[in-house]
C-alpha cells in the first residue's frame, strides 16, 4: 500500500517574501510533504522593502540565503536542516564569489550543492532552492 | 522500496522511441520522481514541436496520464523545475501553466536551459504519490 | 521522530580552488530516506584534482565516481530514483548518453538532462537522489 505522505504550504512570516502570492503566481513558496520542505527558487529581495537587490553579487547572495533562512525557519526548519541546495548564476564567473559568501551561511555540515550559469529574469544575479528536512 | 512506473501510453516511453536511458517516473518514500516530461504524442511518441503554449499543453496531458497512471495527480505536485529556452516566454508560460495547478499549486524554480530537439518547454517534476 | 540528516561523504578538498570546489560542499547527505549527492564533476577521487576530457570520458569518470559513493554510504546506482545532468551543450546529450547506460542496470532511475553554463570548461555535472 502506497503510503500517502500530507502536503501542506509553506509560508514566510514576512509577507513581502511572499513573491507567490505578490506578484499573483502560480506557485507557492514552499511545499512540506511528509518529512521533507521543498522551497521554490528564489532571488535577492530585500525584506524590508520588497524591491530586489541588485548590488554586487556577494549581497545579492547574501540577501538571497538569509531569505531562504526566514523561510525554513518560518516553516520549523533551518539551514542547518537543509540536504541539498541549486545554486544558479547569472554570471558563471561569480562561482567564486557565491561559495564565499554562501559559506557563511553553511559554515558546517553543508548540504549537497549544483551550481551553474543560465540566463535570469528580472536582472537577479542568482536564484537559490532547496530541499530541507523538517524538524 | 523502489517502484518503478512504467509508461501508461507507449509515446512515454523515450527509451524505446528515442534510446533515453531512463524510466518514465520511480517512485519511493511516498514521492514520486519524474523524468523531464517532453512535448511528445503519448500514442505515437512522436515528437510535437509547436508554441511554448502548445507545447506546455502536451507536457500537461502527458503528466496528469503519467501521474494518475501512478495513484496521484496533477494536484499532488510537490516541485517543479519549468525548463524554458527563453526567459522572454515567461509570462507565456504562466498562462498556460495556470490552468494546470489551479488547485494548490507547487514550487517551482524556472531554468532558462538548453532543452533537447529544440523543445520550447520541458517539465522536471516530483509528486507526492 | 525528527528525520535524520547526516553528512555521509563531507566535502571534497580540491586544490583547484579557483574553480571553488571548496569546502561549503558535502558530497552525499543523509536526509530521511534519500541520500542527497551534490552535483558530480569530473574528479580524481583521491586527490579531488580535476580530470578534463569529453564529455564521455567525463562522465564515465563522474559515473565510476559515483558507484564508489553510493557502495561506501550502503546503497547502490541501483536504488538511484532520480539523476540530473547539466551539459555544456545539448549536442553532446547522445555521447552522455550512451556511457550513462551502461552504468545504470535495467529498470533505470527517472532523469532530465538540459544545457546551461557550466563553470570552467566543465564538460558534464550529474547530480542523483538515492535510497539510502
Given at each position: 500500500m502506497t503510503e500517502k505522505l500530507p502536503r501542506s504550504v509553506v509560508e514566510p512570516k514576512?509577507?513581502?517574501?511572499?513573491v507567490s502570492r505578490g506578484a499573483n503566481l502560480?506557485?507557492?513558496?514552499g511545499i512540506r510533504v511528509g518529512d521533507y520542505i521543498f522551497l521554490s527558487g528564489m532571488g535577492?529581495?530585500?525584506?524590508?522593502?520588497g524591491e530586489r537587490n541588485h548590488g554586487p553579487i556577494a549581497e545579492q547572495i547574501r540577501t538571497t540565503l538569509s531569505n531562504m533562512q526566514h523561510m525554513l525557519e518560518s516553516a520549523?526548519?533551518?539551514?542547518?536542516?537543509?540536504v541539498r541546495v541549486h545554486v544558479v548564476l547569472?554570471?558563471?564567473?561569480h562561482m567564486a564569489e557565491m561559495d564565499r559568501v554562501y559559506r557563511e551561511f553553511f559554515p558546517v555540515d553543508p548540504p549537497a550543492r549544483t551550481a551553474w550559469s543560465m540566463q535570469l529574469r528580472f536582472g537577479n544575479g542568482c536564484e537559490i532552492e532547496c530541499v530541507a528536512l523538517a524538524n | 522500496m523502489r517502484d518503478v512506473i512504467a509508461?501508461?501510453?507507449?509515446?512515454?516511453?523515450l527509451r524505446q522511441h528515442?534510446?533515453?536511458?531512463?524510466?518514465?517516473a520511480i517512485r519511493a518514500g511516498g514521492l514520486i520522481f519524474c523524468s523531464?516530461?517532453?512535448?511528445?504524442?503519448?500514442?505515437?511518441?512522436e515528437r510535437r514541436h509547436g508554441t511554448l503554449t502548445s507545447e506546455a499543453h502536451v507536457i500537461f496531458g502527458n503528466l496528469k496520464l503519467l501521474l494518475e497512471s501512478a495513484?496521484?495527480?496533477?494536484?499532488?505536485?510537490?516541485?517543479v523545475h519549468a525548463l524554458i529556452y527563453?526567459?522572454?516566454?515567461y509570462d507565456v508560460l504562466n498562462r498556460v501553466y495556470r490552468q494546470y495547478v489551479a488547485n494548490g499549486p507547487p514550487t517551482r524554480t524556472v531554468w532558462a536551459a538548453q532543452i533537447?530537439?529544440?523543445?520550447k518547454v520541458e517539465l522536471d517534476v516530483i509528486a507526492a504519490a | 521522530m525528527s528525520p535524520r540528516r547526516e553528512i555521509i561523504v563531507p566535502a571534497v578538498h580540491a586544490p583547484d580552488t579557483a574553480s571553488s570546489?571548496?569546502?561549503?560542499?558535502?558530497t552525499v547527505v543523509r536526509g530521511g530516506d534519500f541520500l542527497f549527492v551534490r552535483?558530480?564533476?569530473?574528479?580524481?577521487?583521491?586527490?579531488?584534482e580535476r580530470v578534463r576530457g569529453t564529455t564521455a570520458s567525463e562522465t564515465r569518470q563522474i559515473l565510476t565516481h559515483l558507484k564508489q559513493l553510493l557502495e561506501a554510504a550502503g546503497?547502490?546506482?541501483?536504488?538511484?530514483?532520480k539523476v540530473n545532468v547539466w551539459l555544456?551543450?545539448?549536442?553532446e546529450a547522445p555521447n552522455m548518453n550512451e556511457v550513462y547506460a551502461r552504468f545504470f542496470s535495467d529498470p533505470p532511475p527517472a532523469r532530465t538532462v538540459c544545457g546551461a553554463r557550466l563553470p570552467?570548461?566543465?564538460?558534464v555535472i550529474i547530480e542523483c537522489t538515492a535510497l539510502a
Open positions: 514576512n509577507p513581502r517574501l511572499n502560480p506557485h507557492v513558496p535577492p529581495i530585500d525584506p524590508r522593502t520549523g526548519s533551518s539551514l542547518g536542516r537543509v547569472a554570471d558563471i564567473s | 509508461a501508461p501510453a507507449t509515446g512515454l516511453d528515442y534510446g533515453h536511458h531512463q524510466s518514465p523531464g516530461m517532453l512535448p511528445v504524442d503519448p500514442q505515437t511518441g495513484g496521484s495527480s496533477l494536484d499532488r505536485l510537490v516541485q527563453d526567459s522572454i516566454e533537447e530537439a529544440g523543445f | 570546489f571548496g569546502q561549503a560542499v558535502s552535483g558530480l564533476t569530473a574528479v580524481d577521487p583521491q586527490s579531488g546503497s547502490s546506482l541501483e536504488k538511484v530514483v555544456h551543450s545539448m549536442l570552467d570548461g566543465v564538460k
